[in-house]
């Protein structure tokens, strides 16, 4: 008969596998860990086990949030609607929302996921913005600014007056406040 510490020590070792697959292929490690029992096929169990698992990996974690089949869309909502930005400033807003998670290098997958945080920002702080498209279209503009500032390939940085123009109107048509603006470069 095999001890409790030895069937404990296997199941770590399963688990840690299984981890190890996910961080390789995504979908077959949560298949395994669903075929474990460690995590369900309920979306919100899933996005709870990538937010709260510290081994796996913060680019796989952002490629399979980004992908756009129904699953990972699913897991994604489940994930962006699990975060609270009520009451954040927007930048603070958005390091909170990439905390978990490095931002995929195609475009289409950080859209989507761009355009989540965008909703749940402004469901969260709903007198921020004039719609979610204005806190999409700033929330892409910082990850732009955040790209161009910290990529040294980029040898001509955008000034803060660049900035500030990039974001003209974006409110409904509107300027948002210059300050505001601003303080994002800053």
């Not at 009451?87 to 990439?98: C, H, K, M, N």
């Not at 806190?135 to 007056?161: R, W």
Request: aromatic content about 10%; overall charge negative; charged content about 30%.
């Amino acid at each position: 008969p095999t001890s409790q510490f030895e069937q404990m020590k296997a199941s770590k070792l399963q688990f840690e596998e299984a981890v190890a697959l996910f961080n390789q292929k995504p979908k077959k490690g949560i298949a395994l860990l669903q075929k474990m029992g460690i995590i369900t096929e309920d979306p919100a169990n899933v996005a709870a086990f990538l937010k709260t698992t510290a081994s796996l990996d913060r680019t796989t974690i952002g490629d399979f949030l980004g992908e756009r089949d129904d699953f990972n869309l699913a897991v994604m909502h489940a994930y962006v609607n699990g975060k609270d930005f009520t009451g954040l400033e927007f930048d603070e807003a958005i390091r909170s929302f990439l905390s978990g998670f490095r931002l995929p290098g195609e475009a289409q997958k950080i859209d989507r996921l761009m355009e989540k945080f965008a909703d749940r920002f402004c469901i969260n702080n709903p007198r921020e913005f004039k719609s979610a498209e204005t806190a999409y279209v700033l929330a892409y503009s910082v990850i732009m600014l955040n790209t161009d500032a910290h990529n040294p390939q980029v040898k001509k940085k955008m000034s803060k007056e660049q900035f500030v123009r990039n974001n003209r109107g974006i409110d409904d048509g509107k300027d948002l406040d210059q300050s505001f603006l601003e303080r994002l470069y800053d």
